[in-house]
């Protein structure tokens, strides 16, 4: 399967009874190994999590630590980006040159480095 329809089916179960918009997420990391996520609402709505944070944290339970790709894939006629946390989020286990895909439900719209989407970013540099 493609990390479209990965992250297609992964969006079929989704938890999103609040805002009734599911989201699927599928990413494969420098190592070659596939995670999928899907959005978690919560009744306490700011408890919910995004279909990209499950992905990621599938990813760092399994040991893996490098995101190559990410797809995102949600029904809108606008499409769909990550919102500012999951860019963040991503951030922390990617490069700027990370690819990032857009898709609806018929397939890619829009293709992003994280870079594009998340220019001038903090991270552990800036700890240091
Ligand atoms: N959502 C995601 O899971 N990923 C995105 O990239 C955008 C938004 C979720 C959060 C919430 O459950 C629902 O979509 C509506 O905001």
Redesign the pocket.
Known sequence: MTLFEKALRVRENAH?PY?N?K?G?ALRTKNGKVFVGC?V?NAAYPQ?T???AGAIAAMVAAGEHRIAEIW?V?DSSET????GG?RQKLAEFSSPDMIIVLAGLEGERKRRTLFELLPDSFSDEHLS
């Open positions: 999103a805002s918009f989201v997420a959005n609402e919910g995004c279909a990209e995102i949600a769909v980006a990550p919102c999951c």
